[in-house]
């Protein structure tokens, strides 16, 4: 089975940065997505960026875009999501999701994730 863990996360002045860590196993095909998001008490999940295992990123977030960025290891188990310039409104629990098999990350996440991670608490003060 698919097994998400995320780290990372933690309390963060505003202007700092955080670099969350996703390791991914359990996946019996070669083609799968990972991908980060957010969630903030009653609030929908919010799509942040995703990887393939093709090593193609897509981008859900245009509004953070510029101060978050995925990226992944070599062996592409390992996904980051480097978060710079953050303020109290970045607060939220942050999940990596996965979907496998698919060669590519859709526009459809993160309502059709197959496998979640427990999240990280990312909590910035002013």
Sequence with gaps: EVQLVESGGGLVQAGGSLRLSCVA????????????????????????????????TT???????????????????????????????DKATYYCGADSPIAYCTAAYPPVMDYWGKGTLVTVSS
């Design 59 to 89: 981008i859900y977030s245009t509004s953070l875009k510029n101060r978050f960025t995925i990226s992944t290891d070599n062996t592409m188990k390992i996904v980051y999501l480097q978060m710079n310039s953050l303020n109290p409104e």
């Design 25 to 56: 196993s359990g996946f019996t095909s070669d083609d799968y997505a990972i991908g980060w998001f957010r969630q903030v008490p009653g609030k929908e999940r919010e799509g942040i960026s995703c990887i393939s295992s093709r090593n193609v």
